[in-house]
Structure formats: structure tokens, C-alpha cells
């Protein structure tokens, strides 16, 4: 299979990448705020639910267009620690402008404040197989 890429610049668009990036791992030190270059990026393990076997690929998740950034229930104290990406929402402010909330598990949040929705999602490497599957408890 090849390396998703993936752009949004729509709220539509935003629902296929947190689709891509749900049960993604990432440490907590690799979320990385630029605030010279106005961009927020994640380096994550995102697990492939688009394909018929569990599989994950290293993957990169940037946000441009970043006016500022807020956690919520994140300790960035131990850059080693591991967070699981539940969700990605846009909430409209002031059409472009809008907020993007990042929804991990144990009920962490980063919320990035945008000019606009410009989003891109690139796999940087490829699928490897797992047998550790995301629980998801009904």
C-alpha cells in the first residue's frame, strides 16, 4: 500500500484526517510548536485503519496557519510520556478562522487557535504490521 497524504482546508476534509489519526501514539515531546513559523506539528504511530490488517506507519501531522496553543490535562514535563489521539474538531470562530481541538484519551486536550483550516497528514514511513490492536470498551 502506498503512503497516505493527505490535505484539508474544509471541516469535511478534517473528518477523513481524524478518521486517518484516530488511536495514533505519539510522545508527548513530539508535539512541536512554531510559533515563528505559525505551525503546530505532531510526529505520531498512527495505526491504519484503512487497511484490511493491523498495521502502523510513522506519520506527521502539521497545522499551519497557528495563531496559539493551549493544553488541557497534557503533562509536557516527561517528553517521553505517551498520548493516544482520539479526535481531531474544528470549531468555526470567524469564517476561516476557527479553533482546532485535539481530544487524546485520559481526557488531555490541545487546542490550536487558527487563522484557517490548512492541514496536512503524510505517512513518512511504511506500514509495518502489529498485533496490538486500539480497545475501544462500549
Known amino acids: 500500500m502506498t503512503k497516505l497524504r493527505l490535505r484539508a482546508e474544509s471541516q469535511a476534509d478534517l473528518e477523513i484526517i481524524a478518521a486517518a489519526v484516530q488511536d495514533a501514539i505519539l510522545r508527548v515531546g513530539e508535539i512541536n510548536y512554531d510559533l515563528r ?34 493544553t488541557r490535562g497534557i503533562d509536557r514535563s516527561d517528553p517521553e510520556a505517551m498520548a493516544v489521539l482520539l479526535n481531531v474538531v474544528f470549531e468555526e470562530t470567524d469564517k476561516p478562522a476557527g479553533v482546532i481541538n485535539l ?33 475501544h470498551p462500549q
Open 37 to 70: 513559523g505559525r505551525s503546530l506539528t505532531l510526529r505520531m504511530t498512527r495505526f491504519q485503519h484503512e487497511m484490511d490488517k493491523a498495521a502502523r506507519a510513522q506519520s506527521g501531522l502539521r497545522f499551519d496557519s497557528v495563531l496559539g496553543v493551549k
Open 103 to 135: 481530544i487524546f484519551a485520559g481526557g488531555g486536550e490541545l487546542q490550536a487557535e487558527v487563522e484557517c483550516l490548512d492541514v496536512i497528514l503524510a505517512d513518512v514511513t511504511e506500514a509495518r504490521e502489529t498485533d496490538k490492536l486500539p480497545l
